[in-house]
């Protein structure tokens, strides 16, 4: 076993154990966008973001990867820790600014304005249709092509494979491929109109 402290407790977790998967044992609420159990975690998105603490040194970490070490403190919500989600869902919404779900993130967090220039991508490039198609459906359909801001999820020549089965396994688990808030109406504002609303559950039963 590995003990640890997680937001001032001490706790314990069994070896192997992600800090994710402590957190989630104890109750304690860290948001996640590209992690789904039962997928192997690819840590692209950072809104799991956590502060590591051992000794007088920090670091953020990604929780859904970054395994529970022995005498270490965790901080899930430290200014530190929020200031870095905060940045990230602004990032994310510049890509997806439609996003419900990044809205509602946007909104728990007191995100107010993008300060990036917004650009309807659609994606977050979170991975997760891609390890759906290979991991579950054992598709192997699609993957990531290019580079940088051309990077995107495509089939090979942008023609649907034989090994897809359009199975829609890959729509199904996609974190900003519902349907699209209505807000923002200009570029750039958010509406925060999610603020009163109950936050939806990206997987409900996953
Ligand atoms: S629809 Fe095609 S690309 Fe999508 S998960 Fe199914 S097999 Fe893969
Ligand atoms: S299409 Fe959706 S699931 Fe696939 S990488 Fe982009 S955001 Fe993630
Ligand atoms: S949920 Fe951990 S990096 Fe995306």
């Not at 022995?70 to 990032?91: D, F, H, Q, Y």
Request: proline fraction near 7%; charge should be neutral.
């Amino acid at each position: 076993m590995v003990t640890f402290v997680l937001d001032g407790q001490t706790v314990t977790a069994e070896e192997g154990w992600t800090i994710l998967d402590a957190a989630k044992y104890y109750g304690v609420d860290i948001p996640t966008l590209c992690y789904v159990e039962g997928l192997s975690p690819y840590s692209a998105c950072r809104i799991c973001v956590v502060e590591l603490i051992r000794g007088k040194k920090s670091r953020l970490v990604a929780s859904c990867s970054c395994p529970v070490e022995e005498g270490v403190e965790i901080r899930t919500k430290s200014p530190r820790v929020i200031n870095a989600r905060k940045m990230l869902i602004e990032l994310m919404l510049a890509s997806t600014p439609n996003s419900r779900l990044l809205q509602c993130l946007a909104s728990e967090y007191g995100v107010t304005k993008i300060r990036f220039r917004p650009e309807d991508r659609r994606c977050i490039l979170c991975g997760l249709c891609i390890r759906m198609c290979d991991e579950q459906m054992q598709g192997g359909a699609i993957g990531f092509s290019g580079r940088g801001v051309g990077r995107e999820v495509s089939m090979p020549f942008h023609k649907t494979p034989e090994a897809c089965r359009e199975c829609g396994a890959c729509l199904y688990i996609c974190p900003v491929c519902e349907l699209p808030c209505k807000g923002p109406l200009k570029p750039g504002e958010l509406c925060n109109a999610c603020l009163d609303t109950v936050q939806i559950d990206p997987f409900p039963s996953k």
